[in-house]
Nanobody, 123 residues
Framework: QVQLVESGGGLVQAGGSLRLSCAASGRTFSSYYMGWFRQAPGKEREFVAAISRSGGFTYYADSVKGRFTISRDNAKNALYLQMNSLKPEDTAVYYC????????????????WGQGTQVTVSS
C-alpha cells in the first residue's frame, strides 16, 4: 500500500509555471507506475501524464505535451509535474495516482490516489 500527498499548487498567471510534487509513503514506491490526473469543476477526471517505474518511459495527454514534464525520484519517494506555459484551461485540481500493474491513461485503473492540489491559472 502507498499513501500519496500532493503539494505545489497555487494561483499563477497565464504563461507562468508551477511545479507539483507528490510525496509517497512506504518502501515500495519504485514498484508503482505513477500518473497525474486533473479535474475541473463539472468535468470528468482527465489524464495528464504517466511515468514508468524506473522513470525511463513517459506519456502525455496531447493537451499538455511540450508544456508539462513528469518525473520521479525513487530515492526520495517523490513524483513531480513541471508545468510551463500554463493556460487558463489548465485550471483544475491535480491528483497523483499509483498503479501496481501498468502504465495507464484511464483513472479507473489506478489503485491509490492523493487528496489533490488546486491549480488556478488566471488570464
Amino acid at each position: 500500500q502507498v499513501q500519496l500527498v500532493e503539494s505545489g499548487g497555487g494561483l499563477v498567471q497565464a504563461g507562468g509555471s508551477l511545479r507539483l510534487s507528490c510525496a509517497a509513503s512506504g518502501r515500495t514506491f519504485s514498484s508503482y507506475y505513477m500518473g497525474w490526473f486533473r479535474q475541473a469543476p463539472g468535468k470528468e477526471r482527465e489524464f495528464v501524464a504517466a511515468i514508468s517505474r524506473s522513470g525511463g518511459f513517459t506519456y502525455y495527454a496531447d493537451s499538455v505535451k511540450g508544456r508539462f514534464t513528469i518525473s520521479r525520484d525513487n530515492a526520495k519517494n517523490a513524483l513531480y509535474l513541471q508545468m510551463n506555459s500554463l493556460k487558463p484551461e489548465d485550471t483544475a485540481v491535480y491528483y497523483c495516482a499509483a498503479d501496481r500493474q501498468r502504465i495507464a491513461t484511464t483513472w479507473t485503473e489506478y489503485d491509490y490516489w492523493g487528496q489533490g492540489t488546486q491549480v488556478t491559472v488566471s488570464s
